[in-house]
């Protein structure tokens, strides 16, 4: 069994960062994948950036060249250091594992950009 804790959203002006953490409660470096996903009201779940063992560092489209993931092995934690935020990347974010084919979420962080 995988627990994933995020930390570090809240409240930011546009134009502004943040850095997301997600402490994982197993080895990190056993993990066939890491990520973040969002997800904001009244839409569906997004991919924002993932890092796989057979793909490498994966960028949804609206994040790329704004938003950097990371792995800490050493700390078990994955890491998204999110610039230049836009109203439109207000969403609650969640990390993701997969691990021996399951999937694991935490249980979310808000991310609010104001205009």
């Known amino acids: 069994q995988v627990q994933l804790v995020e930390s570090g959203g809240g409240l930011v002006q546009a134009g502004g960062s943040l850095r997301l953490s997600c402490a994982a409660s197993?080895?990190?470096?056993?993990?066939?994948?890491v990520g973040w996903y969002r997800q904001a009201p009244g839409k569906q779940r997004e991919m924002v950036a993932t890092?796989?063992?057979?793909?490498?560092?994966n960028y949804g489209d609206s994040v790329k060249g704004r938003f950097t993931i990371s792995v800490d092995n050493a700390k078990d934690s994955v890491y998204l250091q999110m610039n230049s935020l836009k109203p439109e990347d207000t969403a609650v974010y969640y990390c993701?594992?997969?691990?021996?084919?399951?999937?694991?979420w935490g249980q979310g962080t808000q991310v609010t950009v104001s205009s």
């Open positions: 197993g080895s990190i470096f056993s993990f066939n994948a």
């Open positions: 890092v796989t063992k057979t793909t490498g560092t």
């Open positions: 993701s594992a997969v691990w021996l084919r399951n999937d694991y």
